[in-house]
């Protein structure tokens, strides 16, 4: 079964460093989505895009955090200087065409960020 | 804003029995309702998903839906201990963004 993979599986940065969190789609989905994960918190909304461009974002996505779909098949999450309250479980989604009714958002395994 | 709550538990239930998980949610809008279930650790992994008000079966694992009540339940029949996880209630509108539960924790007990 497709499936969103999402690299690395943990990341290690320090404080006010730049990182990137990769994310390879289901290939024939056209929305994909960010969410991310404090320990022992709700899954929260970060952002959506779609037609390479955002279609909504939370108060969380401030101009620190970018998304780019660079190529046919990538999506990534950039965070451009790490705060200690990034740290967090970040989670890639995608979903198909939306219809009448919203298809599910299929979850990649997350990526661990640890911020020093 | 469009909230989604649901009891916290534990919530504990024998091996075999029906567990029964509850959620309410405040945006009378919500057409689209999902319960995922998520392992320590793990990401969401969709179970079902309910769009019309009523009952939908798959399995063991049956959706109801009371739109006029903004309410959403999971019931689970012959639970098993690999059903203890925690279990994410949601609402989606349109093609925006899930808004999640904080989830209620299963644990079965043998």
């Known amino acids: 079964e497709p499936e969103v993979t999402q690299t690395p599986s943990h990341q290690v940065t320090q404080m006010g460093q730049e990182v990137i969190l990769r994310c390879v789609p289901i290939?024939?989905?056209?929305?994909f989505y960010w969410y991310r994960q404090i320990l022992g918190q709700k899954v929260e909304f970060l952002v959506s895009?779609?037609?390479?461009?955002?279609?909504?974002k939370s108060e969380i996505f401030d101009d620190q955090f970018s998304v780019e779909r660079p190529d046919g098949s990538n999506f990534t999450l950039k965070i451009r200087s790490t705060k200690l309250e990034d740290s967090a479980m970040y989670f890639c989604?995608?979903?198909?065409?939306?219809?009448?009714?919203?298809?599910?958002?299929?979850f990649g395994d997350g990526t661990r960020l640890s911020i020093l | 804003q469009k909230e989604v709550e649901q009891n916290s538990g534990p919530l504990s239930v024998p091996e075999g029995a029906i567990a029964s998980l509850n959620c309410t949610y405040s945006d009378r809008g919500s057409q689209s309702f999902f319960w995922y279930r998520q392992y320590s650790g793990k990401s969401p992994e969709l179970i079902m998903s309910i769009y019309s008000n009523g009952d939908k079966e798959d399995g063991r694992f049956t959706a109801q839906l009371n739109k006029a009540s903004q309410y959403v339940s999971l019931l689970i029949r012959d639970s098993q201990p690999s059903d203890s996880a925690t279990y994410l209630c949601?609402?989606?509108?349109?093609?925006?963004?899930?808004?999640f539960g904080s989830g209620t924790r299963l644990s079965i007990r043998p």
């Open positions: 895009f779609y037609n390479n461009e955002i279609s909504e």
């Open positions: 949601a609402h989606q509108w349109g093609a925006s963004k899930i808004i």
């Open positions: 989604a995608s979903s198909a065409e939306q219809g009448t009714r919203a298809q599910p958002q299929h």
């Open positions: 290939s024939n989905h056209l929305y």
